[in-house]
């Protein structure tokens, strides 16, 4: 466009010598197709993304300050570390990836916001972002409308599908059934209470947990209840979990409200060792809150441990602790939003071009091998095939390895049946 | 509901219960009463009240560091040195933001409600920027953990009786000093007749800071017991402020014997309803009584009778 409105001030001769290129574009390219099979710009970027011959923008969107701060770090920390690794091995088609990163603020129109604005301003080629459903359902009509490209990195609770976005955390049914299986297999489970916080992924998973309770385990479930978000209080619904003595406590408890929920678990004197707990919101993250002390011996029911025995994950974890000091702790949301970028770069090189039309289209299909998780494919519907994995929590804040799913689960976004 | 289960288990499962209410009703008692004295003697709503408890809690978790890397045979009875601690921090910190903020806005008193919201927002992001946005875990010593065993079927938690018997403590002192010393005469005459009170001699500018620092050094003492129940982070004081002001306006502003009662009908009301409904709904019946009430009578339960 610079040549456009310069064109008065240029010499006459230059002006020929212009035109004479203009009529031979494919020379204009040769001095960068000249560099190592580094695919021109123009051919793998035909919207106009901020892709450069040697640098390709993307965005990180998460909440560094408000409530949400607490989780979100972690999966900043994994996409930069994924962003540095993909960089120091070549980068994408030739390119190395910079990132421009905003703030959510834990507050969902910022997310919004700034979704617009890494897409409309920054013209990213892709976002890694958003936490919550909330800031998800949030985002989602803005990167439709600006056919951006978000990859969402939290368990979350299904009933949503878009060709703009890649979920590479696991959809409710697939955290949930294989859990719930195993404990009524293992534990002889026939009653389940449910506590959660309450909004929808509590809700949503709890709805499909009592479908999956009632008509498929013939088991009942005792009770259910919910508490608002950042609720402390918990010695009334601990008494009435004594008083129906379920085989199970099923929770999806979130936030400060989990610290205050086990302390008061423990100090109520129900010990997990024989009361069995099954949880599908607490990873390593969480535990550091509250304390291994309070949840040894709750099992937990997601794809990803810190512990994870598998080549990959022990190169992971030295890596990330490396880049984010050693005491950190790697959860299952964490994993995922590291698989985002790495997902993302072995599409843009399947479809050979950053356009978000053709990575859309060449997403399903696409594997990673490298995962920390072990192995994952992006299924038809966006989301990913994993495997699903128990853990029980131990006192030093890590989970141990009790159960994993022989196959990869199948993600069911719309799970019949279930709704 | 309770069809199945025989005599005994009932009546444990009520005694249980009617516990849990007190538990909750200290614990409401103890965030509160910084407040009530800090809104009730001064006028000032401070909003960040959360964030003074949560300094508190912080200081918890460094005392409990501390003596585990130093002093790890002391460690069963560091949290009484920590709560002293975070009474100092919080009171120390309060005096100071009363003499750079609020002493400016005495005149104003609905600019102290923004000026405080901001000095919230700045306090969670030091948190954040100093101790990290990640929870931290603050380890209790062995015999805080766990429960008594009163009866084979009774169980009371220790955590709810040692917060029971720390606010029962407080706020003893707390009335001594409002109502029998010196201080709280001096305290109680600002609050009636500013002029009147510096004219006969009363500097009323120390009572001023002493009064918001005994305020915050008692939230920062509440903040300090929270550690045993619930989370500490840098936002966590935003889950208790809520409930805060519901029990301080309800009670009536002025009235510490209000802040009681009214912790005391909250506190009963939402455990009794939270057994037989779920959590969400005991809140919302809860507020809509406190609504209900304050219509009413706006002035809350007790109000102090003040010549205006």
């Not at chain 1, 919101?281 to 969480?286: A, G, K, L, N, R």
């Given at each position: 466009?610079?040549?456009?409105?310069?064109?008065?001030l240029?010499?006459p001769?230059?002006?020929?010598?212009?035109?004479?290129?203009?009529?031979?574009p494919?020379?204009?390219?040769?001095?960068?197709?000249?560099?190592?099979?580094?695919?021109?710009?123009?051919?793998?970027?035909?919207?106009?993304?901020?892709?450069t011959?040697?640098?390709?923008?993307?965005?990180?969107?998460?909440?560094?300050?408000?409530?949400?701060?607490i989780?979100?770090?972690?999966?900043?920390?994994?996409?930069?570390?994924?962003?540095?690794?993909?960089?120091?091995a070549g980068?994408?088609?030739?390119?190395?990836?910079?990132?421009?990163?905003?703030?959510?603020?834990?507050?969902?129109?910022?997310?919004a916001?700034?979704?617009?604005?890494?897409l409309?301003?920054d013209?990213?080629a892709?976002i890694?972002?958003?936490?919550?459903?909330?800031?998800?359902?949030?985002?989602?009509?803005?990167?439709e409308?600006?056919n951006?490209?978000?990859?969402?990195?939290?368990?979350y609770?299904?009933?949503?599908?878009?060709?703009?976005?890649?979920?590479?955390?696991?959809?409710a049914?697939?955290?949930?059934?294989?859990?719930?299986?195993?404990?009524?297999?293992?534990?002889?489970?026939?009653?389940?209470?449910?506590?959660?916080?309450?909004?929808?992924?509590p809700?949503t998973?709890?709805?499909?947990?009592?479908?999956?309770?009632?008509?498929?385990?013939?088991?009942k479930?005792?009770?259910?209840?919910?508490?608002?978000?950042?609720?402390?209080?918990?010695?009334?619904?601990?008494?009435?979990?004594?008083?129906?003595?379920?085989?199970?406590?099923?929770?999806?408890?979130?936030?400060?409200?989990?610290?205050?929920?086990y302390?008061?678990?423990?100090?109520?004197?129900?010990?997990?060792?024989?009361?069995?707990?099954?949880?599908?919101?607490?990873?390593?993250?969480e535990?550091?809150?509250?304390?291994?002390e309070?949840?040894?011996?709750a099992?937990a029911?997601?794809?990803?441990?810190q512990?994870?025995?598998?080549?990959?994950?022990?190169?992971?974890?030295?890596?990330f602790?490396?880049?984010?000091?050693?005491?950190?702790?790697?959860?299952d949301?964490?994993?995922?939003?590291?698989l985002?970028?790495?997902?993302?770069?072995?599409?843009v090189?399947?479809?050979?071009?950053?356009?978000?039309?053709?990575?859309?289209?060449?997403?399903?299909?696409v594997?990673?091998?490298?995962?920390?998780?072990?192995?994952?494919?992006?299924?038809e519907?966006?989301?990913?095939?994993?495997k699903?994995?128990?853990g029980?929590?131990?006192?030093?804040?890590?989970?141990?390895?009790i159960?994993?799913?022989?196959?990869?689960v199948?993600?069911d976004?719309?799970?019949?049946g279930?709704? | 509901m309770?069809?199945?289960?025989?005599?005994?288990d009932?009546g444990?499962?009520?005694?249980?219960?009617?516990?849990?209410g007190?538990?909750?009703?200290?614990?409401y008692?103890l965030?509160?009463l910084?407040?009530?004295i800090?809104f009730?003697?001064?006028?000032?709503?401070?909003?960040?009240?959360?964030?003074?408890?949560?300094?508190?809690?912080?200081?918890?978790?460094?005392?409990?560091?501390?003596f585990?890397?130093?002093?790890?045979?002391?460690?069963?009875?560091?949290?009484?040195?920590?709560?002293?601690?975070?009474?100092?921090?919080s009171?120390?910190?309060?005096?100071?933001?009363?003499?750079?903020?609020i002493?400016?806005?005495?005149?104003?008193?609905?600019?102290?409600?923004?000026?405080?919201?901001?000095?919230?927002?700045?306090?969670?992001?030091?948190?954040?920027?100093?101790?990290?946005?990640?929870?931290?875990?603050?380890?209790?010593p062995?015999?805080?953990?766990?429960s008594?065993?009163?009866?084979s079927?009774?169980?009371?938690?220790?955590?709810?009786?040692?917060?029971?018997?720390?606010?029962?403590?407080?706020t003893?002192?707390?009335?001594?000093?409002?109502?029998?010393?010196?201080?709280?005469?001096?305290?109680?005459?600002?609050?009636?007749?500013?002029?009147?009170?510096?004219?006969?001699?009363?500097?009323?500018?120390?009572v001023?800071?002493?009064?918001?620092?005994?305020?915050?050094?008692?939230?920062?003492?509440?903040?300090?017991a929270?550690?045993?129940?619930g989370?500490?982070?840098?936002?966590?004081?935003?889950?208790?402020i809520?409930?805060?002001?519901?029990?301080?306006?309800?009670?009536?502003?002025?009235?510490?014997?209000?802040?009681?009662?009214?912790?005391f009908?909250?506190s009963?009301?939402q455990?009794?309803?939270?057994?037989?409904?779920s959590?969400?709904?005991?809140?919302?019946?809860?507020?809509?009584?406190?609504?209900?009430?304050?219509?009413?009578?706006?002035?809350?339960?007790?109000?102090?009778?003040?010549?205006?």
């Amino acid at each position: 466009m610079s040549d456009e409105t310069n064109k008065g001030l240029l010499s006459p001769l230059r002006r020929k010598l212009l035109m004479g290129m203009a009529a031979v574009p494919a020379i204009t390219m040769l001095p960068r197709t000249s560099f190592a099979q580094t695919p021109a710009t123009s051919a793998v970027n035909t919207t106009g993304l901020a892709v450069t011959d040697t640098e390709v923008t993307v965005g990180i969107l998460h909440s560094a300050t408000g409530t949400m701060a607490i989780s979100e770090t972690g999966s900043i920390e994994a996409e930069k570390l994924a962003i540095e690794q993909i960089n120091a091995a070549g980068g994408v088609l030739g390119r190395k990836i910079k990132f421009i990163q905003e703030d959510g603020a834990s507050d969902w129109p910022t997310f919004a916001e700034k979704a617009k604005k890494l897409l409309v301003n920054d013209k990213v080629a892709a976002i890694m972002g958003c936490w919550t459903s909330a800031s998800r359902k949030a985002v989602l009509p803005v990167v439709e409308q600006y056919n951006g490209m978000l990859y969402y990195p939290t368990f979350y609770e299904g009933l949503e599908q878009s060709k703009n976005v890649i979920y590479t955390g696991q959809e409710a049914t697939q955290q949930i059934l294989a859990g719930l299986n195993w404990i009524a297999k293992e534990k002889g489970a026939k009653t389940f209470f449910f506590i959660g916080s309450d909004y929808i992924w509590p809700r949503t998973s709890n709805k499909i947990a009592r479908k999956h309770v009632e008509n498929v385990l013939k088991g009942k479930v005792v009770g259910e209840e919910y508490y608002p978000l950042g609720n402390t209080q918990f010695n009334s619904v601990i008494n009435k979990i004594k008083l129906t003595k379920p085989d199970v406590i099923f929770t999806d408890v979130v936030g400060g409200s989990n610290v205050a929920f086990y302390k008061q678990l423990k100090a109520a004197g129900i010990d997990l060792a024989k009361q069995p707990l099954l949880t599908i919101s607490v990873t390593e993250d969480e535990i550091d809150g509250i304390g291994g002390e309070n949840i040894a011996g709750a099992y937990a029911c997601m794809k990803y441990f810190q512990s994870l025995d598998n080549p990959n994950n022990k190169a992971f974890v030295p890596a990330f602790k490396k880049m984010w000091g050693e005491k950190t702790v790697i959860g299952d949301v964490t994993q995922a939003a590291y698989l985002g970028p790495w997902l993302w770069k072995l599409t843009v090189e399947k479809a050979g071009s950053f356009d978000v039309d053709k990575i859309a289209a060449a997403s399903p299909g696409v594997e990673f091998k490298g995962a920390p998780e072990g192995y994952v494919r992006i299924h038809e519907n966006h989301h990913l095939w994993s495997k699903t994995r128990v853990g029980r929590a131990k006192l030093d804040g890590q989970f141990e390895l009790i159960y994993e799913t022989a196959d990869l689960v199948e993600p069911d976004p719309f799970p019949k049946g279930y709704q | 509901m309770f069809g199945d289960y025989s005599l005994g288990d009932l009546g444990s499962i009520f005694v249980m219960q009617g516990f849990a209410g007190l538990i909750l009703f200290s614990v409401y008692v103890l965030m509160a009463l910084g407040l009530a004295i800090i809104f009730g003697q001064m006028g000032v709503i401070n909003m960040a009240h959360g964030e003074f408890m949560i300094l508190g809690a912080y200081v918890t978790w460094m005392t409990s560091n501390l003596f585990q890397a130093y002093m790890p045979g002391l460690f069963g009875g560091y949290f009484f040195l920590a709560m002293i601690l975070a009474f100092l921090a919080s009171g120390a910190l309060g005096m100071l933001v009363e003499w750079v903020l609020i002493r400016h806005l005495y005149k104003r008193p609905l600019d102290t409600l923004l000026a405080t919201w901001g000095l919230s927002l700045m306090l969670q992001q030091a948190y954040r920027s100093v101790f990290g946005a990640r929870e931290v875990g603050v380890e209790l010593p062995q015999w805080m953990l766990g429960s008594l065993q009163v009866t084979s079927s009774i169980e009371v938690p220790i955590n709810g009786v040692f917060v029971m018997c720390l606010t029962v403590l407080i706020t003893i002192v707390v009335a001594y000093v409002m109502f029998k010393s010196r201080w709280g005469r001096q305290v109680r005459a600002v609050v009636q007749n500013r002029i009147m009170a510096g004219a006969v001699g009363i500097n009323t500018e120390k009572v001023d800071r002493y009064t918001f620092g005994l305020g915050c050094g008692i939230a920062g003492v509440a903040g300090s017991a929270f550690t045993m129940i619930g989370s500490t982070g840098p936002t966590s004081g935003q889950l208790y402020i809520v409930d805060t002001f519901l029990v301080v306006v309800f009670g009536g502003a002025a009235s510490l014997l209000g802040t009681i009662a009214s912790a005391f009908s909250i506190s009963q009301t939402q455990s009794t309803l939270e057994f037989f409904m779920s959590g969400s709904m005991a809140k919302v019946l809860t507020l809509l009584a406190v609504v209900g009430i304050l219509m009413l009578r706006p002035q809350g339960l007790f109000a102090l009778k003040v010549r205006k």
